[in-house]
C-alpha cells in the first residue's frame, strides 16, 4: 500500500487491464470540478483507494477504481483535442501527452477494457465517429462535458496539469487474494453490476465454462432469461420468500461450493442444465402435450410468472417421473385457477398457501 500520484502512475504503467465484468456505467470523476474547489492549488487532492493486481512488470489489473483510471484518460483526451493544431508547441505537447498516458508504445491503446466499453474507448481515443447510441453512454457525456468546461470557461491546460499533480490515490496491491472476490465485495451494493459476467468468470476458474456457456446458450435469444432462470432456480434450491438479481453471482458461487462438496462438478452443471432446459420450455410453452401446452399458454396469459419457480420444482418431479403426467396437468391447471381468481378480484392473493395445497395434493396422490 502507497500514496502516489494518479498522473504519475498512468505513465509510469505499460499497459493498464481492466476485469472483463468491470463496465465503466457509473461514478465517473469530472476531475474539472476539482479546479473550481482550489483554484490556486494549494492543497493536495485525496481520490481514495485503487485496488490493482501486478500482470507482469509495469502492467497491472485495475480491481477497483477503473472509473477514475478512465475519468482521467477522457481528459487527457479532452485536453489533446481542445489544443490540436492550435500551435506546434500544443502539437508537440499533446504528442507527449497521448505517448505517457494514453498509448502504449506508438499506436496500441494503454488502457484496455472489455465489451461495448472497448469498443468506444477505442473509438474515442483514436477519433473515430460515434453512433448515437455511443454519444448517450456516460463515457461520451462526460468527455463532451470535458470539451465544453475547457473552452466555454477558458481553462489553460497547464493549470489543469497543476491540478492533476495534486491528485493523489492509495495503491493497493491485492497479492493473492482473488481479484473478483475484492472487486465484488467492495461493488455488491451497485445494481448495475453484470452478475452474469461475475458468474463467467468463476465458471472458468472452477473449470466448468463450456457447461455454463451450453446452459447459456438454452437463453441465448432474450439474454435476460438466463437471470429468469437463476433467480427461479435459487428460490427452489435455497427456498427463497423473496430474491433479488443483485444476488446472483453470490447464489450462484454458494450453491456451487455446497453442492460439490457432495457430487462431482460435471454431475452439478449437467443437473443445472437440465432445469435450465425445462425453465426453457416453460418460457417458450414447449411442449408436445396439447393439454400441457394448453395450460402454461394459460398461466402466461394470467400473468402467472410468479409462479414459474414452483412450476419449475414440480416440473422436474414430473421430468424424473416422480409425478405422473395427470398430476403434473391437475397442478397446473389449478395453479390455473388460482391465476384467474387473483386477476379478477384485484388483490395479491397469498401463493403459498396454495403451495401448501399443491404440495398437499402431491403427498396424497
Known sequence: MEVVNLLKFMNNALDLYALDFARCNRSLVNFLDLIAEDEQFTRSIDLGLIYVSKKEMDKYVIVDGLSRIVSLSLLLHAICECYKKTSKRNDKAIETIRSKYLLSGTSKIKLHLHGED????????NGERLSGYEKSRPMFVLLHNFWSQIKEEKLQASNIFKMLQKINIVLVDTEDVSNRDIYYRLNKSNRKLNQITLIDSYTEEKGVAQPWA????LFAVEKSDIQLFLKDFFIT???YKTFS???LYESFVN???TMTQYQKKDVLMSNIKRSAFLYSNILNVNFKNEEIRHAFINIKRHNGADTYAYILNVYEDFYTGNISENIFLEILNTINEYLKNREASGKNIDFNELVQYLNALISFK
Open 245 to 247: 438479481p443483485d444476488r
Open 118 to 125: 472497448a469498443d468506444l474507448y477505442a473509438k474515442i481515443i
Open 255 to 257: 450453491y456451487f461450493e
Open 214 to 217: 451450453e446452459i447459456k446458450n
Open 237 to 239: 434450491k435455497f427456498n
